[in-house]
């Protein structure tokens, strides 16, 4: 038996836990790197907010602008991501791109120090960190089931976004406290997210390659990016996911440009409250990811648009708040309902696709996910300068909440929804078809929440 084979029987061994996927030692040594360089991160995103603030005289439209410049290689990258994650080994991969990442918060970091950044500086540079990510995000996501397996991957996704959002409750706080402590100055959490990136870069040369689960590499050939597509569109469980995605990480994740806009021009506070509202959102969040590390099997769809609906109503209420006292109290829900959809989402979506496609479909889970960011943003931010920062919450979460709605009543008829092309006008048409019967419905869920990782061979599943 390999070493690897000899890894799963003892993780079988070992029973339930919520953190049972630390008993791996691969994954246990990734994700305290991981914990580290996400705290960096968390600082890096804080630190740009504000320096952007600063240096365009509090402008939502500029905020906006940011985040969708850092997001908008998602849409172009992200996929040939995935396909190089399907064909090279990923912890290369990962180091490669963790380098370039450190490499460009050391630029900004001196930039800053040297009294010589200016704006057009921030956005080039947040355009190389999205161009990274992009193709850094589907790698790390398919990894992650060769570090522990299909039997602990649940487990780890959670414990993924778990340590996501333990870094999200320190880097913020982390940095607020840094940039007051320095007079307004953002170079110290530049440089402290730049060398963040060693952490993990040396627990990827340090592991123990025998134990880990490979998928067989795909051999180089023409229309792998189509396949992943074509794989992904046959399968309407995940084009829900999917849709629902898009949706939501459009117009409902701008939480890093509403709770700054709301903390400076709303409220009129400084930058240690509003590291400390995006602390407080942190902290639902975190509870979020450990509520969904208890999960074992794989999420059913029912579920996914509970949450999602959930998240939206939640949404709102937090942009109805008087006072910031009353508004940092609705993050705390708030967030734990993001991340609960978050989770269960990427869950599902890992769990029903095979390893070999594992990495193109995550690519485009994630253009689905983030790459809406560089429309949603923006027209977040412009909603907010105009109609105020409550107006970006309120809309962005009434949008979620109509998406989950119709998306749970064409679940409820047993309906499924598609955008096709036609060579004539009108050039795009919504079909909406039967997809059987009740009996037959309730089957097909009972099988994608009691098999996780294994393909029914239905097309709803």
Request: charged content about 15%; glycine content about 12%; aromatic content about 8%.
């Amino acid at each position: 038996m390999s070493r690897a084979g000899t890894a799963t029987s003892e993780q079988r061994r070992s029973g339930g836990g919520m953190f049972r996927a630390l008993r791996v030692r691969n994954y246990r040594r990734y994700a305290s790197a991981n914990l580290v360089s996400q705290t960096g991160t968390w600082m890096q995103r804080i630190g740009q907010d504000w320096l952007v603030l600063q240096l365009t005289d509090d402008s939502g439209v500029a905020l906006g602008v940011i985040t969708a410049l850092q997001f908008a290689p998602t849409v172009l990258l992200s996929p040939y991501g995935g396909v190089l994650a399907d064909r090279y080994p990923k912890r290369r991969l990962l180091q490669l791109s963790q380098a370039f990442m450190g490499l460009l918060a050391l630029v900004l970091a001196i930039l800053v120090v040297t009294d010589a950044v200016a704006l057009w500086h921030v956005f080039v540079l947040a355009s190389g960190l999205g161009a990274a990510a992009a193709i850094d995000a589907p790698v790390r996501q398919a990894f992650v089931s060769e570090m522990v397996g299909p039997e602990l991957l649940t487990n780890a996704v959670s414990l993924n976004s778990t340590i996501f959002n333990g870094a999200r409750l320190v880097g913020p706080s982390v940095a607020g406290l840094l940039i007051g402590m320095f007079s307004g100055n953002t170079a110290p959490a530049f440089f402290i997210n730049a060398a963040s990136f060693g952490f993990t870069i040396a627990a990827l040369g340090s592991m123990r390659v025998g134990e880990l689960f490979p998928s067989q590499p795909v051999a180089r050939a023409k229309g792998q990016l189509r396949a992943g597509v074509a794989y992904a569109w046959s399968h309407r469980d995940l084009v829900l996911a999917m849709a629902l995605a898009f949706v939501v990480g459009t117009f409902g994740f701008n939480y890093q440009i509403t709770i700054a806009l709301m903390a400076r021009a709303e409220f009129g506070l400084g930058a240690e409250a509003f590291g400390l509202l995006a602390t407080v959102f942190a902290v639902g969040s975190l509870s979020g990811a450990l509520l969904s590390a208890r999960r074992v099997h794989r999420p059913r769809q029912r579920f996914l648009i509970g949450s999602a609906l959930v998240f939206g109503v939640l949404t709102v209420i937090t942009g109805l708040m008087p006072n910031h006292a009353s508004f940092g109290v609705l993050l705390v829900p708030t967030g734990a309902a993001a991340l609960v959809f978050s989770v269960a989402n990427n869950s599902f979506v890992q769990l029903g696709v095979d390893p070999q496609m594992r990495g193109r479909v995550m690519a485009l889970y994630f253009m689905c996910f983030m790459g809406g960011t560089p429309l949603g943003a923006p027209l977040i931010g412009v909603i907010a300068e105009h109609l105020g920062p409550r107006w970006g919450l309120l809309l962005g979460g009434a949008i979620v909440v109509v998406a989950a709605v119709v998306a749970g009543a064409l679940l409820a008829r047993g309906r499924s929804m598609r955008l096709e092309t036609q060579r004539e006008r009108p050039w795009l048409r919504l079909r909406v078809a039967a997809v059987g019967s009740p009996r037959e419905r309730a089957a097909e869920e009972v099988m994608a929440g009691e098999a996780p990782g294994v393909q029914s061979g239905q097309p709803g599943r």
